[in-house]
């Protein structure tokens, strides 16, 4: 089951940091110098109009000055004009670095690779996406089920590189029905959370009439071939389409074959508007499963629904959002859960529909590790666990009795388990931080694996380290951390440590290929598993979010003392990167620590922490940042909001702030505003510039050609603030 911390959440990626100066601060070698200044001064940034906004909040004035930069880019000339200003002047400015040329030619290379995706079974047919390496969007393929292997007799079924010029257009997630006959799936437009719903004939090829607007935050659940489930909100009021808040989501019925008008809606809960709905279907059909939930915690209401019984009405399964309750699978009258009920590292509990209440038994209790999920297949239950942040598959019976583990190539990552009860198979994806994403078929019963579809790579994995290391943070506690390098990099060199620490999300080890080109060129890599994430189950996540947020800060900043402590790396050689709720974290750490940073990539950050409820999904993230309208949130969100803390008079590390100018998530009035105080403010002469993407984005359907220009900007960036020169020779 898709939860709404997955769907309406802040989501991190991979990414770096850094600032910009005008082309008057070039230096006879092409690019600004790095010598820290002693006089803070303020480069000559594009011009941005200052406002009078000051408001009175529980007592104290706050000055807004850059309100104005919150109107959306489509509808505001005033706001268009300043973003294409910043854009030229950034453009100028990262186009002139010479450490760029680097990766842009070593991202060109490493991201042409054929990639393939986990594949998913329907009747006589295996689906699966692909790309044959620099493809801007992953293709749909689809193959023999009985296939053994990826072996080149697979056809195209859906190819979303011929759906617009600029490679913007994505396939956003689908769904085949049972019989695998049909399928349906999402079209998402230059990064929008707003999804339309097409179908096509998986026999022919031939596209469907039926077509469905306005699915945001949504799964796809099929009722047999004739219909389908999904989730959506009210149509938005004209031009609010991308900045509305999103209330009185509800789950409707499609009848295939007729038009959206039609629909009707199934469940709903108007008198709770807040509530969020996704539904799906147990592999038998004969149970619809709801589940609801108000924010981006886990914490659910479930209802079931029998299937052909004539009605919709629901039985209610749980009554309050006590718990975290993921559906797992469903045979006949059982339904199996991930459940964190009275259980913070998640167990596994079966209900059971055949008397006249559900009865609840606990079938594999909670161990020491964290419980990320699991599936049913064949006859077992394979679970996957974090061990210190890395996964660990485990198989168990029906009824919970353990019968072994799976043996994974190291420390890695489990991309999620294909399967259904009774089948003879499961696939599953690895990856760890040196070898892409492998493809795996899995014996359930045995617990065997094979190669399903493995990637050809042009380097050698061992000539690579990975290290997992603790550290102390602030009040003592141990934050794990890992640190990944070419073998022959010794001594302090410059590095990027990586954060996120909110929302309950775990960062695990994983391959990317803009990752790998940092490594390559002989920079170190490292990533803090920071509380306020999900490694070590609720009580990780609590201890960083709401009035514990500030051990988030504490942990990140604990993290770049112990690598300068310790020579992984030295005097200004320490880049930092977050993206979203990481991009906040980069703005409340470079506030709080200007000194310990030397560069900054701040992606699509939450910047103003005041005002970010008031937009989109922001409504949700109040689980983990708490409520702007209560007095004692606010003045915890006040104190580390990075719009509002930042230190003029201080020297900075060189800031880059990215974002997308039709960013419907986090929307880019955060970014746009922080930019602008930060170049309003005495901060030394290192730059503190803007990239603003173009029809894009949070992040994801992101084309590669733009991943390419995006990171090689990024990185050369970073690169020449840490004073790295990148180099292939070992």
Do not use: C
């Not at 141990?478 to 990099?489: A, C, L, N, S, Y």
């Amino acid at each position: 089951m898709i939860s709404a911390k997955r769907m309406a959440g802040l989501l991190g990626a991979v990414s770096l940091a850094a600032i910009a100066v005008l082309p008057s601060q070039v230096s006879a070698q092409g690019a600004p110098s790095a010598v820290k200044t002693d006089e803070p001064t303020r480069p000559d940034y594009p011009e941005t109009k200052r406002g009078d906004v000051v408001e009175t909040v529980f007592g104290e004035q706050v000055a807004d000055p850059y309100r104005w930069l919150e109107a959306d880019v489509r509808n505001d000339a005033e706001v268009a004009d300043w973003v294409a200003r910043q854009s030229a002047y950034a453009d100028d400015y990262l186009k002139q670095l010479p450490e760029r040329a680097f990766f842009e030619k070593k991202l060109s290379q490493l991201l042409d690779y054929e990639r393939f995706g986990t594949p998913v079974k329907a009747g006589d047919a295996l689906l699966y996406e692909h790309n044959t390496g620099l493809q801007n969007q992953n293709v749909l393929m689809i193959a023999d089920a009985d296939a053994e292997t990826i072996d080149g007799s697979a056809r195209v079924l859906l190819d979303p590189n011929a759906w617009s010029d600029d490679g913007t257009t994505a396939l956003a997630g689908w769904k085949a029905s049972k019989s695998g006959r049909l399928l349906a799936y999402l079209v998402q437009e230059g990064g929008s959370d707003w999804r339309t719903i097409r179908f096509v004939d998986t026999a022919t090829g031939e596209p469907l009439d039926d077509s469905i607007e306005w699915a945001k935050f949504t799964g796809l659940t099929w009722l047999g071939d004739d219909a389908i489930l999904y989730s959506r909100f009210p149509e938005p009021e004209a031009g609010q389409d991308f900045q509305a808040l999103n209330y009185n989501q509800a789950v409707y019925y499609h009848k295939i074959g007729t038009p959206q008008s039609e629909d009707r809606p199934v469940y709903a809960t108007p008198d709770m508007p807040k509530l969020g709905h996704v539904a799906s279907t147990t592999s038998d059909g004969r149970w619809v499963v709801i589940n609801s939930t108000e924010g981006t915690d886990p914490t659910s209401r479930v209802h079931v629904i029998p299937v052909g019984r004539g009605d919709w009405t629901p039985i209610t399964l749980i009554a309050e959002p006590e718990a975290q309750w993921d559906l797992i699978e469903g045979i006949v009258d059982r339904l199996w859960f991930v459940s964190s009920k009275d259980a913070p590292l998640k167990k596994i509990t079966m209900v059971d529909l055949s008397g006249d209440t559900p009865q609840f038994t606990d079938v594999v209790a909670e161990a020491e590790q964290n419980l990320e999920g699991a599936a049913i297949v064949g006859d077992r239950i394979v679970a996957s666990y974090l061990v210190d942040a890395a996964s660990q598959l485990r198989r168990y019976t029906l009824d919970g009795e353990a019968v072994g583990t799976v043996d994974l190539a190291g420390i890695g990552s489990v991309g999620g388990i294909s399967g259904e009860p009774g089948d003879d198979d499961a696939w599953f994806g690895f990856s760890s931080f040196t070898t892409p994403g492998t493809i795996m078929k899995l014996d359930p019963d045995t617990g065997a694996t094979r190669d399903f579809a493995t990637v050809d790579l042009t380097f050698d994995p061992d000539d690579y380290s990975v290290e997992q290391i603790f550290y102390p943070s602030k009040d003592g506690t141990e934050i794990p951390m890992f640190i990944v390098k070419r073998k022959d990099v010794t001594g302090p060199a410059p590095t990027m440590l990586y954060g996120y620490g909110g929302f309950n999300i775990s960062l695990t080890p994983s391959y990317s290929a803009t990752r790998m080109a940092w490594l390559q060129g002989g920079g170190v890599y490292a990533m803090a598993n920071l509380r306020g994430g999900g490694e070590y189950g609720d009580a990780w996540h609590d201890a960083g979010r709401g009035a514990n947020k500030q051990n988030v800060f504490d942990d990140f900043i604990a993290a770049g003392e112990w690598l300068k402590a310790n020579d992984v790396t030295g005097e200004n050689q320490l880049a930092i990167e977050g993206r979203s709720n990481g991009g906040l974290l980069m703005g409340a750490v470079t506030n709080q620590r200007p000194d310990l940073f030397d560069a900054v990539h701040a992606a699509v950050g939450v910047m103003d922490m005041l005002r970010f409820d008031r937009w989109t999904a922001g409504r949700y993230w109040v689980d983990d940042y708490g409520y702007p309208d209560r007095e004692d949130d606010w003045r915890i969100l006040r104190s580390y909001s990075p719009y509002h803390n930042i230190r003029s008079g201080t020297d900075y590390p060189a800031i880059l702030t990215t974002t997308a100018d039709t960013d419907d998530r986090v929307v880019p009035g955060h970014s746009f505003k922080y930019a602008a105080a930060l170049q309003d403010a005495e901060l030394g002469e290192r730059p503190r510039i803007i990239r603003i993407e173009t029809n894009a984005g949070h992040g994801s359907g992101k084309p590669v050609a733009k991943i390419i220009e995006e990171f090689s900007d990024i990185m050369g960036f970073l690169a020449h603030w840490t004073g790295f020169t990148p180099s292939d020779d070992q």
